[in-house]
């Protein structure tokens, strides 16, 4: 469309005699009728359950396998946490924690948090939401929150499965750390519930990047593989000694960083630069993600 | 997309006529904000776009190139999930879902999923979402696209109540029927720029009307016509054996009984005698000098 002297107005009307309370109604509120409504689509998706039913299978089959198994596995064996399952079922929440960190939940963040703008783009439910007028900047928030809440609801559903089935299958009682201390069962519950919320924050970078690459592009499954394949070079860059310089700077550096949360006591360190990380990735890529998102045109 | 100032008067059905490709859908993606002109500014209300969009929006309801909803929600929590977009809530949802709903024939079919929907049924929930809240300016892009013929005078039905509630209808079409039969008003595009708007009254009087004859006797026929003044007179031949032929002209202010009694005068054989009123159509023809579906 060329245009130099682009001029273009539309009126309806004569002015002021148009404005008045024809749209009345309650207090503007930021968000949360929006950011329920949001809830409401993700999870009520057939899709979004599918995926927390698979991460929800894997301290199952973590917790069965070892309890069918004729020798339970010897300290140092498989996994870590692995070879404590069969003292404390609590186990099974934190090793299955530990097997859906690298991918499966990466993966689930990276269809969920892809298909956050692109999946409303293709379907082409952007342009009636910004019409109404949602706003941009409030869409923009309201989805990375939306991406946020699923880590959580990801990272849970792992923890209290893990906690359920395990306790089912090798009973629930004092836990031994990683330290070697013993705590209660209130602490070691409390540990897990710590782990949790350290893996979901963990995501939260990777949430930002997947919601930057959806503001992209319209077509979901591209910006949901994008984010994936970005994870997996992090961690494939992170397994490099070569560029060792470039580990600390790398989103899932400190992924794994939650066992010192299973120690008497906590060492923080780790954990803390971790968050610190993340903060920085959703720093930056949310700007980048609010840059795109509120200049672009949206043409589907 | 060249300096187009759309006057839209309030509590008008405004036809934005135009061929497929000629901007039409570009002018109102720009009027509401989902795109930025390439140069210069989109003013909607007298406000530039999309910069006042949290003001303007809301004013305004639209039905964008077709519907689009989420396949996975029934029609009833697609409305739901659009109202709650709107900043400004009030406790009534569920009441103005029904009505908007009902409004469009959907009220049985709102808890059906929107993937089993009919093209019709996505059309109507579309216009149920603009029809979500009242509007001062509802923005139609194509609304009777994939209806059948009863949809469509339903949706004109529709049209003309909500422009006789006051609302103002900015109706997007390529079919000019569809313009003449429910605008008040209208505006022509092509190849991004404004051909011509007014009233649709005033672009019919653009366009005189026709005297056609049919007669045995063209060549005394068309004599006649030149001599009382008619212009842009035609000669198409029948089938007919006898070289009976339709004779037309514009007439230019002359009384048709008077170059009927001309023609008898002339000893013109007249077996058919008929004043037609222009269409739209001979209208756009007048004011473009071309036919409507040109696209270049």
Known sequence: MSSDAGHLTGRAGSGGALTGGVISGGRPRFGSGLFASELRVLFGRLRTRALLLVLAGVPVLIAVAVKLSAHPPRPGEGPPFLDRLTQNGLFAAVTGLFIVMPFFLPLAVGVVAGDAIAGESGLGTLRYLLVVPAGRVRLLAVKYTAVLAFCLAATLTVAVVGVAVGGALFGLGNATLLSGDTVGLGTALGRVVLVALYVAASMAGLGAIGLFVSTMTDIAVGAMAGTVTLAIVSQILDSVPQVSAIHPWLFSHYWLAFGDLVRQPIAWPQVGRGLLLQAGYVAVFGSLAWARFTTRDVLA | ?296
Request: hydrophobic content about 45%.
């Open chain 2, 1 to 296: 997309m060249v300096d187009l100032d759309l006057a839209v008067p309030a509590g008008s059905v405004f036809g934005f006529l135009g061929p497929n490709g000629s901007g039409k859908t570009t002018t109102i993606r720009m009027l509401l904000g989902l795109a930025s002109p390439s140069a210069g500014v989109a003013r909607l209300f007298g406000e530039t776009m999309p910069a006042a969009g949290r003001r303007v929006l809301p004013r305004v309801g639209a039905l964008v190139e077709g519907p689009a909803c989420y396949p996975f929600l029934s029609g009833r929590d697609n409305l739901r999930r659009l109202d709650a977009a709107d900043r400004t809530r009030d406790a009534r949802r569920e009441a103005r879902i029904e009505t908007a709903l009902e409004r469009v024939g959907l009220t049985a079919a709102g808890g059906k999923r929107y993937r089993a929907y009919s093209l019709g049924m996505r059309q109507r929930l579309g216009l149920a979402a603009a029809l979500l809240r009242p509007r001062e300016l509802l923005v139609l892009d194509e609304p009777t696209n994939g209806l059948d013929p009863q949809g469509t005078r339903e949706v004109r039905a529709l049209i003309r109540s909500l422009a006789a509630d006051g609302t103002t209808v900015f109706l997007s079409s390529h079919l000019l029927a569809e313009v003449e039969q429910v605008c008040t008003h209208a505006a022509v595009m092509r190849v991004g720029r404004l051909v011509t708007q007014g009233s649709i009254g005033a672009m019919r009087a653009a366009a005189r009307p026709r005297l056609r004859v049919v007669t045995p006797d063209p060549g005394t026929a068309a004599d006649v016509l030149t001599r009382c003044g008619l212009v842009a007179t035609s000669t198409a031949a029948e089938q007919a054996s006898d070289g009976e032929a339709i004779v037309s002209g514009e007439l230019t202010g002359q009384a048709p009984e008077e170059v009927c009694a001309a023609l008898v005068g002339a000893g013109a054989r007249v077996r058919s005698f008929g004043v037609e009123q222009a269409s739209l159509e001979d209208a756009f023809v007048a004011l473009t000098g071309e036919g409507f579906d040109v696209v270049e």
